[in-house]
């Protein structure tokens, strides 16, 4: 065991303890898997990273992220939150306004962004999606007691890490669950659920969101975004220890990359998640003109020093 430098960061908030905290090693070098696992636990956070040398060329730095349960592939609000650990720390990266980020799932681009929070965006990997079966959907639905009229939608959303998502009837509908985690945890799987706000922005935000609309609107309504969120999100992970998730990148990323395909979002908007928790997240969506889907929000760092490992 020797000392480490440690960064606590705020993640998907400019406000520190309002947003999801991530646990960054910043030296994760000689750890095996085990002791990055206890330490993981000891913090329960809903994810603890530590950073390595990179392993692929034209990465910045390597990342493994665990959860008290396991290990992750891939995870949104632990890249923004490592990136911002390690530009805090004073390293910078090899290409002037961009870092790369090695993780399990491969190399993930991180770029600053311009919204009301400032902060960081991470490029949503490719994501594979597929129909859940009816029986799992119904388990699912029990668990969270919903009905079924409640329910507009429902994708297996996969970018490195999987998600059952469920587009459910307004935002307030998503606020009002109250799940039963001992079943979601005996089904194994993490759901998250989303839905529009209401009154007139959620209208307006249906109207923009159908291709016509898209193509001949002007761009200034969309450069007016609001802060104030478009869709309400919440993220079941106790499959992985952590029964809700204040603020999740990997689940948002999914989200948007599925809704606005399919025509229910629009290309830039932002997600509230956390509001059931006393906590703010605001999670800043964009689809640029390549279709790639950027995730981005506020990092505050909250804690800085080291540890013993």
Same mark, same amino acid.
């Given at each position: ?106 190399? =993930? ?7 009301? +929070? #400032?902060? $960081?965006?991470?490029? *949503?990997?490719?994501?594979? /999606? &597929? ?61 998250? =659920? ?7 922005? +959620? #209208?307006? $935000?249906?109207?923009? *969101?159908?291709?016509?609309? /898209? &193509? ?83 990092? &505050? ?9």
């Amino acid at each position: 065991m020797r000392t480490r430098p440690f960064k606590q960061v705020d993640v998907f908030t400019d406000t520190p303890y309002l947003g999801n905290p991530v646990a960054v090693v910043l030296d994760g070098s000689d750890l095996d898997d085990d002791a990055m696992q206890r330490f993981a636990r000891w913090t329960n956070l809903s994810e603890t990273t530590f950073i390595l040398p990179p392993t692929e060329r034209g990465a910045d730095y390597r990342i493994r992220i665990f959860t008290p349960g396991g290990e992750l592939d891939f995870a949104g609000h632990p890249t923004l939150g490592t990136c911002h650990a390690w530009l805090a720390a004073g390293h910078a990266p090899a290409r002037s306004g961009e870092v790369v980020q090695q993780c399990n799932a491969g190399l =993930v681009r991180i770029r600053r962004v311009d919204t009301p +929070a #400032g902060g $960081l965006a991470f490029e *949503a990997p490719p994501l594979r /999606r &597929a129909s859940p079966s009816p029986s799992v959907l119904a388990k699912v639905a029990a668990a969270l007691n919903l009905r079924a009229q409640q329910m507009l939608a429902a994708q297996m959303l996969d970018n490195g890490t999987k998600w059952l998502g469920l587009l459910l009837q307004d935002a307030d509908t998503v606020l009002a669950l109250s799940p039963d985690h001992r079943q979601l945890r005996e089904l194994g799987l993490k759901v998250g =659920v989303a839905g529009l706000t209401s009154g007139q922005d +959620a #209208g307006l $935000l249906i109207a923009r *969101a159908n291709r016509e609309a /898209r &193509a001949f609107a002007g761009t200034e309504a969309q450069r007016r975004l609001p802060e104030q969120a478009q869709l309400e999100v919440r993220g079941f992970a106790a499959a992985i220890g952590v029964d809700e998730d204040p603020v999740t990148g990997s689940l948002n990323a999914s989200l948007a990359q599925w809704l606005i395909a399919d025509d229910r979002l629009p290309e830039r908007y932002v997600a509230a998640q956390g509001q059931c928790l006393d906590r703010d997240g605001r999670v800043h969506i964009e689809r640029d003109g390549s279709g790639q889907v950027w995730v981005g929000g506020g990092c &505050a760092l909250c804690i800085d020093g080291s540890v013993v490992l």
